[in-house]
Structure formats: C-alpha cells, structure tokens
C-alpha cells in the first residue's frame, strides 16, 4: 500500500485536498495519507514555509499531494514573521519552488483539456457563427530553472557585479547606484532542457500529437530560449511524424485566443511554462479546472495551480470548486499506474460537466461570497458528492 504525503498548505487548499482523497478512496484506491505541514502559517510561526519534517517525510514515501498556499512579497512575509524570529537572518521562499528544486522536481505537466458543455470553455465567432473550438493542450514546464532558480540581488555585491561586468550589455547600468540596481538571473542548463522536452515529444508520442510547440523568445532571449529551441530541434530527429513549432511567447498569448485547437503539446522554461499554462487554462473553465503534476526521477508531487485564495477559506459552506484539485489526484493515479482508476475519475467529471445540473459559484460565472447559493451554485462538498454518484 502506497504512502501519500498530504498537504493542504493554506486557505481553500484545506478545503479541496479532502475532497480529492473523498473521491479516490470510492475509486477503491488503497493508500496511507500522513499529513505534513507547510505554508505561511510555518513561515510566521518557524521563520520556514517548508519545515524540515515535511522534507523528511516526502523523502521517505516519495510522493505527495499538494493544496495551496500563500506567498507574499518579501517586506510583507518580514513584516508577519513572528517577533522574536525576525532580525534573525530568515528569508522568505515560495515552498512549492523549495520542494521542486529540493526534490529536483524538473518535469512540470499542466493538462489544459476542455470537458464538453462546461459553460466557462472558450468560444469564438466565425462567420457563421459562435464556435466551441476543441481545446486539447498539454504544457511542459520546466520546473526548476530560468528566473526561478533563485539566483538574483538587490545592491549586488561585488563579486556578483565584477562577473556581470564582464558582459558589454553591462556598460548600460554602470552609472546605476548598486542600492538601485535588482538582478534576476535566468539560467537553463541543457541537460534539464533535454529532459522536459524529450518528456513533451514522449507525451505526444504516446497520446498521438502531431506536434510539440517549443514557447519560447530565441530571437531576444538568445542564449537560454536559444538552448531550448536547439535542443528541441536535435531531439525531433528521434521522433518521426512529430514536428517542431517554434512559437514566441508573445505570439502565442494571442494566436491562443485565434486558434487554440491547433496546439497540442507546448514545451517552455519555467516563467514561460507558467503564463502559457494559465493562458490556456483560462479556455477551458480557468483555474478551477487546472492540475498539474511535479515530476523528478523518484519523487512526485500533484496540485491544482490555483492559489489559496484565503477570502474563501472561512465561508461555511466552503463555495470553492474541487475539481482542479481532484484531477491533480487523477494525475497522481496515473504516475502509480493506476490509470483505469483515473480514467473513471475523469469520465465521472464529464459527465458532472456535460449535465450542466450542479455547479459551482465559478462554473455560474458569479463573483465569490456567502450568496452564491441563492443564484444555484452547489458547495465544495456537494460537487464533490455529485462526482462520487457518477462513480
């Protein structure tokens, strides 16, 4: 029997992770769940988002399931920090970055897939007409380089600013004031490069995808967007029928709105592998129907992408919609290779979907608070239960 490390993190991502084990456990899903804290409450309270006994927990049992949690910026997380804690040398990290990087979590899968009759899938006018393209996209993020690897300064020192100097492009910040001057470094490597991009061409390989779309900027960005295009091109040559678009990110943002069913899979750095993913996540219902998987050579973390949004953490009943967090679970099915489970999951959903009878306050396009109910939104729970009876 497989161990899951669970945690729910901070706000709605207490709310929707129970449901997500609510539904694999009427699958049949057999598992232990130990729960692991992290999140801001750990920050305010230890001066670290990511305690160690967590760490040690998903070191031994390997793979996790992940809520949500809440980051601020850096003068704000000081600010919370619990008085006797601050002064004392601790710095604020996002813990799903730590996670991914500690783990070496490199491999990011983020599924944007329409379900058929959901009211918030995007629609175009043609000219005869409005249109319902089929949007079938699957991202490949790389997870733990590019501008979050964490590498950056404010007031650099000198040693940092002596390597810099030695770039020409330099010379148009040297009358900058250090104090004035912040640097963040985005840096790939080619081995991470090739790992999610073969990662992408198997994925379209095995599901029947015509094409990998490497988004990227290589005609500005030339040295790190350049790798990847480089590398992507090389790795084609070891997949006949699948071919290589090379797509700016730019462009994308807006042929994703033109002509979304013409992508199928789409491999990009970490920061573009982000905005893409919401782009596209937005055609097929937004973040209440975005999972995503972290992936490394032994280890294994699932999510929804949606933040902790704690407005909502306190409505009773919660009004959130869990089906992003319970497709990150279908998605934790299928790297245990239990993927008849997940598929019933899924076609479970869709039917939810299709039969356009229980929806949450997001699906009825109604702004989010304690009323949504008198306008024929469903709870957290009752979504969940509708799921469970299609099962």
């Known amino acids: 029997m497989k161990t899951i490390v669970t945690m729910p993190g901070d706000g709605i991502g207490r709310i929707v992770l129970p449901e997500a084990i609510r539904v694999l456990e009427k699958t049949g899903f057999k598992a232990d769940y130990i729960h692991g804290d992290i999140g801001w409450d750990c920050w305010c309270k230890e001066g670290n988002a990511f305690p160690e006994e967590t760490v040690k927990l998903l070191e031994k049992h390997r793979i996790g399931l992940f809520g949500a949690i809440t980051s601020k910026p850096k003068d704000k997380a000081q600010a919370e920090l619990r008085v006797e804690l601050q002064d004392k040398g601790h710095v604020y990290y996002s813990p799903i970055v730590t996670m991914r990087q500690h783990f070496n979590l490199d491999i990011c899968i983020r599924p944007c897939i329409a379900f058929p009759g959901n009211p918030l899938n995007f629609i175009r006018k043609d000219k005869v007409g409005f249109v319902e393209p089929e949007v079938n996209v699957v991202i490949f993020r790389q997870n733990t380089e590019c501008l979050y690897c964490g590498v950056e300064w404010t007031n650099p020192p000198d040693k940092a600013m002596e390597g810099l100097c030695v770039h020409p492009k330099m010379k148009a910040f040297k009358d900058v004031a250090r104090e004035d001057l912040a640097i963040s470094c985005r840096i790939f490597t080619r081995e991470a490069c090739r790992r999610i991009i073969t ?143 997940a598929e019933r999951i899924r076609k479970a959903i869709a039917e939810v979907v299709k039969e356009g009878k229980v929806r949450t306050y997001d699906m009825l396009r109604l702004k989010g608070g304690p009323d949504v109910f008198k306008h024929g939104a469903v709870n957290t729970r009752e979504m969940t239960d509708a799921i469970i009876e299609k099962l």
């Open 199 to 341: 990662a992408a061409f198997e994925h379209a390989k095995k599901f029947g995808y015509k094409s990998v779309s490497v988004c990227e900027k290589p005609n500005v960005i030339r040295e790190t967007s350049g790798m990847m295009l480089s590398e992507a091109k090389k790795i084609a040559k070891e997949y006949p029928g699948i071919t290589v678009w090379d797509v700016n990110i730019d462009a994308m943002m807006m042929w994703l709105t033109k002509n979304p069913e013409d992508y199928g899979v789409i491999v990009a750095g970490n920061m573009f592998g982000d905005i893409v993913s919401d782009g596209f996540a937005g055609l097929v219902g937004g973040l209440g129907f975005a999972c995503s998987a972290n992936i490394g050579k032994d280890c294994a973390v699932f999510e929804p992408t949606h933040g902790s949004a704690p407005k909502y953490e306190k409505l009773d009943p919660p009004i959130v919609n869990p089906i992003a967090m319970i497709l990150s679970a279908c998605m934790m099915l299928d790297y245990l290779e239990e993927t008849k489970k």
